[in-house]
């Protein structure tokens, strides 16, 4: 991959994300949070792997999946007017095969242009899949990590803004109620992600998010969190209980013990 390359895929997707145009202000304000978020996760890719020695045509490849990895969410919401894959299209797979439909990467080497696709295809599995060769799983870890940092940012501002100015789908339709799921909060003990699919409240919903933490892959990740306090201004936002507190201790603790201990890639 070469900077004329990285430098056409911006221009086209730039011009992609100004096709989206929506009368209400409500949609306008959904489409500019993704594209922000585009931008962030570009910025947070380029930074893990640079932590990680990456450099050259690899470092351009980390910041092309970092562009593309949530393109399927623009056409996901002009088609569902939702963010939640689970009432409407996978938007990761969604995101695969419209940058394959658009010919986007034909000119790229072969090898490049499945890390990309596989990159962005399960950019947002529960669990990382078996993929074939290091470089492949290499990069899926890479934009795993930096989507991640950057929702966890998303939602930091969702949660600290009044209603009216949060954007509407990012909640993904779950009350903002005081509850939480015992179910939610076991997995945090088991040291596992919570799935989407079991959320039932806002509370849930940062639960998880939160559990994410048992998913990071490269010591920048880690270093990020907890220097821009996601971690910390997500857990004040839960309410007080002795679960909550006991899970707070918990994941703290593995965020400090990941820091001082290094991370595998």
């Not at 492949?136 to 929702?151: G, H, N, P, S, V």
């Not at 930091?156 to 005081?178: F, I, K, N, Q």
Request: with cysteine; glycine share 4%.
């Amino acid at each position: 991959m070469t900077e004329k390359d990285i430098a056409s895929f911006k221009a086209w997707f730039k011009n992609y994300v100004g096709s989206f145009r929506f009368p209400d202000e409500k949609d306008r304000k959904n489409i500019a949070l993704k594209e922000e978020h585009t931008y962030n996760v570009c910025r947070n890719i380029v930074l893990i792997a640079k932590g990680s020695s990456l450099t050259g045509a690899k470092l351009l490849l980390a910041e092309s999946i970092g562009l593309f990895h949530d393109v399927g969410r623009f056409e996901q919401y002009r088609k569902y007017r939702t963010f939640r894959d689970s009432v409407s299209v996978n938007h990761a797979a969604f995101g695969a095969a419209i940058l394959d439909e658009e010919k986007l990467l034909e000119n790229l080497p072969e090898e490049e242009q499945d890390i990309i696709l596989s990159s962005v295809k399960f950019h947002n599995a529960l669990a990382m899949p078996a993929l074939q060769g290091s470089d492949a799983r290499l990069f899926l870890k890479l934009i795993r990590d930096a989507d991640k940092l950057d929702i966890w940012r998303v939602f930091v501002e969702y949660y600290e803004s009044p209603e009216e100015d949060r954007a509407s789908a990012a909640g993904l339709g779950l009350p903002d109620s005081p509850e939480y799921s015992d179910e939610v909060l076991a997995c945090v003990f088991e040291k596992r992600i919570a799935p989407l699919s079991i959320l039932r409240t806002l509370n849930d919903f940062k639960i998880t998010q939160l559990s994410w933490v048992y998913d990071l892959n490269f010591d920048e990740s880690f270093r990020l969190l907890r220097e821009r306090e996601y971690f910390e201004k997500i857990l004040a936002s839960l309410p007080e209980s002795d679960d909550i507190a006991r899970a707070s201790y918990l994941l703290r603790d593995y965020l400090e013990q990941r820091l001082r201990n290094k991370c595998p890639v």
